[in-house]
Structure formats: C-alpha cells, structure tokens
C-alpha cells in the first residue's frame, strides 16, 4: 500500500485497498458486486469512500483475493473507536511492530526509541518520586522500543529534532557525547532519516507537544500525541491530518539530512571538548 495517501480517511484508504486488489483480479465492480453477493452501487461507493466496509463482506473480501484477514483488519479500524483502550499498551503491542512508516517528534528530548541506555536512565532520575527500581524498569521498557529499528524488517523512519535537544543537558558530558554518537550511527541506516530543525526557526508548531505517525499497511493511520497526562493514541482523520501538517511544517523548516549530521557532530565536539 506505498502508493496510499495515508492522509485519506481510514474510510477512503478502505476504498483505495479495495479497487486496487479488483483491479489485480481483472474484475469490474459489477462482478466483483457478484461474487460479494452485494450490489454493484454498494462497491461504488465503497471504493470512493462514501460508504464504510462491512465485516461479513471485508471477510468475503478476504477470502476471494486470498489477502490473509488483511480487509477484515482494515474493517475492524473503520468501527473501532478512534481512541485505543489501554491507550499506550495499544500503541506498543497494536501499532509501533506493525509501522511500516514512522514519523516521530518531541520539542524536548531524544526520541525515545533512539535514546541510549544511559541517556534514558538520566531522564527518568529526572523524574523525582521514582524509586530506582522504578526507574530501572522504565529504562527496560524503553529499551524494548529500541527494536523498532533494529527489527529484521524495519520502518522507514523520519525524525526531526529540535536543534537546542542537541545541547539540553541530560546526564551529563559523557552521556550527551554517547547519545549523540549513537545519533549519529544511527543515521547511517538506510531506513532513518535525521533532520534538526534550527533553534531559531520562527515556527511554533512544535512547541505544542511531541507526537508520532505511524503508518500501517493493514491499518489506519495512527498518531500518538504526548501530554502531561495521558497522552492520547488516536486513528481520527481530523486529527492525523492536524499532526501531519504539524510535522509537514517542521520537516519544511529542517536542515538537510546531510548538514544536520554535521549540527549533530557540532553539538557532539561541544560536549567532548575538555572545560
């Protein structure tokens, strides 16, 4: 689904799916209306968006283009509510092993899942009533998440980063430094794209919050906008399409893949060098 628009409503990429797979088959959408045992309007309006998939046709879908449950997953996203139960369990075990693209930002510190270990550890000390074993079992979990792109099949992953995270203290000298050298492994990876976005830019968007994008191929669109609280995991169009243009914005006011590296090996100096 590459060719996919993922800012269509969960409904129109439904559609897209649909006509793509009919197309494959050589079928019309009278005939294919034929072998779903529903009328050939019904398809229409399906493939443009207008009406939603049911389960009992998504399930026919399935087994007459041999798609593996795919169109039955798609249908259960259409009818799920758009906030996930568990909301960050959701994201963790649903949506982040199954991203095909991801799309991460956060005003404020490292991505998570690019964080090192001791980085990571240095960010939840910050957190004054955690007792240590709390913090070692954060530490853990974070570390987990780093398989995001170390897994066999890894996302395309684009992440730009404020410029000032860089030179915001967390740990101290020799954790920045390896932080910062891990960054820059990191971006060697075929599959991730760093971009720092200037200190100075005029944009406010991101200051707003830190949120990710994750595409799927078998499901919505889903973001996960962070916040004091809870934080919210969301498959809503009004809301994706609200984020992407957020992150459209940053990407827009970034360096080049290639100079940001040369910021990151900048700030990486400023912190190795003796004081």
């Known amino acids: 689904m590459g060719d996919l628009d993922p800012r269509l409503t969960p409904a129109q990429r439904v559609g897209r ?11 019309t959408q009278a005939r294919l209306a034929a072998r779903l045992d529903v009328s050939p309007s019904l398809v229409a309006h399906v493939e443009r968006g207008a009406r939603t998939l049911k389960c009992d046709v998504a399930g026919k879908c399935d087994e007459l283009f041999k798609t593996d449950g795919r169109f039955t997953r798609l249908c259960r996203g259409l009818s799920a509510s758009v906030l996930l139960p568990t909301w960050f369990a959701g994201w963790l ?4 092993p199954r991203a095909r693209v991801f799309r991460s930002w956060d005003p404020l510190l490292i991505p998570g899942f690019l964080q090192t270990e001791e980085y990571a550890r240095a960010v939840f000390r910050g957190h004054r009533k955690l007792s240590e074993e709390a913090v070692d079992k954060r530490v853990q979990a974070r570390m987990m998440r780093n398989t995001l792109v170390t897994r066999d099949d890894p996302p395309e992953i684009w992440i730009p980063i404020d410029e000032g995270v ?3 203290n967390i740990g101290g000298r020799e954790v920045m430094a390896a932080q910062l050298a891990h960054l820059l492994l990191v971006a060697e990876w075929r599959n991730v794209t ?6 100075d ?6 200051l707003l919050s830190a949120f990710t994008i994750a595409e799927l191929d078998d499901a919505p669109t ?4 962070d916040s004091a609280g809870n934080g919210e995991v969301s498959t809503d169009h009004e809301l994706v399409s609200l984020i992407w243009g957020r ?3 940053l990407r827009a006011e970034a360096y080049r893949p290639i100079d940001s590296l040369a910021k990151i090996r900048e700030a990486r100096r400023k912190w190795t060098e003796d004081t």
């Open 166 to 168: 860089l030179y915001r």
């Open 222 to 225: 889903a973001v996960y906008v």
């Open 201 to 206: 830019t005029p944009c406010t968007d991101g």
């Open 194 to 199: 760093l971009q720092v976005v200037p200190s």
């Open 17 to 27: 799916e649909l006509a793509r797979f009919r197309n494959q088959a050589g079928l």
């Open 247 to 249: 992150y459209d914005t």
């Open 93 to 96: 075990d649903e949506i982040e």
